[in-house]
């Protein structure tokens, strides 16, 4: 039987955008040429205050010339990561 293998920690998504941009040298301005609407996105998302929805991931993937699935798994990961953290949480809690 082949284990599956599980990560010790998940990373937020904003994280992962935030030094995307900061490896790109990219400033509002950049993300404004590509949308109008990117810079307001971005900041929600580094901060945590939105989630990578499908019409994000799409704005996400034209800007960064990567594919739209690569940012839905990345929200995806994160969120099933936090919901396990939280039933392991309850789970010991219970126990003790």
């Known amino acids: ?6 990560p010790v920690r998940a990373f937020p ?8 941009i900061e490896a790109r040298m ?7 040429a590509i949308d109008k609407d990117l810079p ?17 991931a ?10 739209v699935q690569s940012w839905i798994k990345l929200e995806k ?3 099933l ?3 396990k953290k939280a039933v392991d949480s309850v789970n010991n809690a219970s126990e003790t």
């Open 40 to 56: 307001e996105i971005i900041s929600k998302i580094i901060q945590g205050k939105q989630y990578i929805t499908l019409e994000i």
């Open 81 to 83: 990561y936090l919901a």
């Open 58 to 67: 799409e704005k996400l993937a034209e800007a960064f010339g990567t594919s």
């Open 13 to 20: 998504p904003g994280r992962i955008l935030q030094r995307e």
């Open 26 to 32: 990219w400033t509002e301005a950049h993300l404004l």
């Open 77 to 79: 990961n994160y969120r």
């Open 1 to 6: 039987m082949q284990q599956r293998l599980i």
